[in-house]
């Protein structure tokens, strides 16, 4: 089956919404997942249940988290999502996920990048 990376695009940021900010990691996974889930941050063990453990965890420590979309783009199986993720209590960050999905549409493969968004910058542009 070709990759629809429009397709693509709406399933990332619907995994991404579902597990982040409506904290439902479990449903997420279930819905958007394929058969493997291989995990490239360092703070997330590998696989399924290491990410919905994690979430699940997130959930419960930063009540209130939210990330708001800023950016999406695909080019064949793969999706980036430029966010900015606010974490009550916590530092706020803007983050690069990179989604690999495989021939069935689903998600199998996450890396990304996260920068602290400090109070001192040397241009005006912020950001986003």
Request: a negative charge.
């Amino acid at each position: 089956m070709p990759h629809d990376p429009q397709a693509n695009i709406e399933n990332a940021i619907a995994f991404y919404d579902l597990m982040f900010n409506q904290c439902k990691p479990r449903e997420a996974v279930a819905q958007f997942v394929g058969d493997a889930y291989i995990q490239h941050n360092p703070h997330v063990a590998d696989g399924k249940k290491a990410f919905i453990d994690y979430f699940e965890r997130m959930a419960t420590e930063y009540p209130g988290k939210v990330t708001h979309f800023k950016r999406a783009i695909a080019e064949g199986n793969l999706v980036v999502l430029h966010c900015h993720q606010i974490w009550p209590g916590s530092d706020d960050y803007a983050g690069m996920d990179i989604f690999r999905f495989d021939d069935n549409g689903k998600i199998v493969e996450h890396w990304d990048v996260l920068q602290v968004i400090g109070d001192r910058s040397e241009n005006d542009n912020g950001l986003f």
